[in-house]
């Protein structure tokens, strides 16, 4: 059950803002309220060794090794400095007492704030199988994670994906430009299958297989094999051979530090279209939240950039004492093999699909619609179909008699 959002404070100078998770959705935060006003002390904590950075090169162009790393920072180090945000990396907060209002730190500090934000983000699912933690087995999630797997990515390495979703393709696509054979493990019948349609899906397996990729769907992994390094991976179908393996599964919302916090979670922090959470003066923004959206009429986690940066400014916005509401239409993007896949709104719950242009020619867009009303677009390299769909969906969210679902 969620309790229903309290009455927040607003937050003035002098006050002291603690942000949780230097993320993009935590760095945003602090810019946004400097922007909007805010005088007093804001702390920035990341358990990272980095300052804030964005994370889509990560299975993209730096692991393709066409960006190095000083380029994915989101802002210039000095930049904190000059907008008098204290960026604390490598700590980690280990508790948040709600009572006393203070977040205690893994090295036993203890920090008092008049408004806290959790931008915690997410991480990647972990796979249990025998072997799993063994050599030769990664997940991508942090700049040192892409670094790791950029120096194994070389060529005639086979490598084994598991998980057929955006990170696991984009990886599959990466490593097939440096030269890898590549085979991706999909335990659904079809790639993609909780972001798309099954025309979109299709599109992209035939993609992968053009560019020599072994996709293989209906497949469960069961074990790791090898003793200083991987040497096989059995399957729910064969034993293969493979160098490195990819696990890309999913992410779960770093919820913990909220739910022993005895706030409201939800698989993610629960939060009210103001980013409010149920504790006053606690805030959250990001992967991490579970938030309504008037598309869906319902709550969703989302893992993207662009809710990541939206949410933060909002609730960076509340807090400076304004009034705004998050309701922006989710949007995604992919690269895969030089393609671009641009998707906003939502697939599921569609009882019409339009499409337009041509998958043959690699330019083609996937209009969804619920009872007439636009409620999601998928475009791969049609930029013209997506913006307009995008607009479109906004536009109908807010009509009045638009269907939601339950
Ligand atoms: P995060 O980026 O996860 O940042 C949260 C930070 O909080 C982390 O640094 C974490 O270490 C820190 N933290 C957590 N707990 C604590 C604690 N207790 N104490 C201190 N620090 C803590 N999105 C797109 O829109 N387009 C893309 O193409 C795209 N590609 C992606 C490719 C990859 C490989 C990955 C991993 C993600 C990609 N995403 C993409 C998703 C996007 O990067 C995320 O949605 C975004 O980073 C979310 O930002 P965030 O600030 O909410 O969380």
Known sequence: MIPPPRKHLNVVAPATFVVVGAGPAGAQACLALREHGFRGRIVLLGEEPHRPYMRPPLSK????????????????????????????????????????????????????????????????????????????I?????????????????????????????????????????????????????????????????????????????????VRVAAFEGTDRLETVASSDERFEADVAVIGIGALANDELARAAGI?????????????????????????TRHPNRVLGKRVRLESVQNAAEQATVAARNLCGQDIAYDKVPWFWSEQFGLKLQTAGFFQGCDEVVSKGDPARDAFALLYRRAGILIGVDAVNLASEYLAGRREIGLAADAPGHVRSA
């Open 264 to 288: 409201a979670c939800d698989d993610g922090i629960v939060v009210d279209e103001h980013c409010r959470t149920s504790e006053p003066n606690v805030y959250a923004a990001g992967d991490c």
């Open 138 to 218: 990664h997940y991508l999630r942090t700049l040192d994670d892409a670094l790791r797997l950029r120096r194994e990515l070389v060529p005639g390495r086979r490598v084994a994906i598991v998980g057929g979703g955006y990170i696991g393709l984009e990886v599959a696509s990466t490593a097939v430009s440096l030269g890898c054979r590549v085979r991706v493990l999909e335990v659904e019948d079809r790639i993609l299958a909780r972001v798309t349609t099954a025309p979109v899906s299709g599109y992209f397996e035939r993609v992968h297989r053009g560019h020599g990729v072994d996709v293989r769907c209906g």
């Open 61 to 136: 162009k730096l692991l393709a090794g066409e960006l190095e790393e000083d380029r994915v920072y989101l802002r210039p180090e000095a930049l904190f400095d000059a907008q008098g945000i204290e960026l604390k990396r490598g700590v980690r907060v280990a508790a948040v007492d709600t009572r006393a209002a203070r977040v205690e730190l893994d090295n036993g500090l203890r920090l008092p704030y008049d408004a806290l934000l959790l931008a915690t983000g997410s991480r990647p699912r972990r796979l249990d199988v025998p072997g799993a933690k063994g050599p030769g």
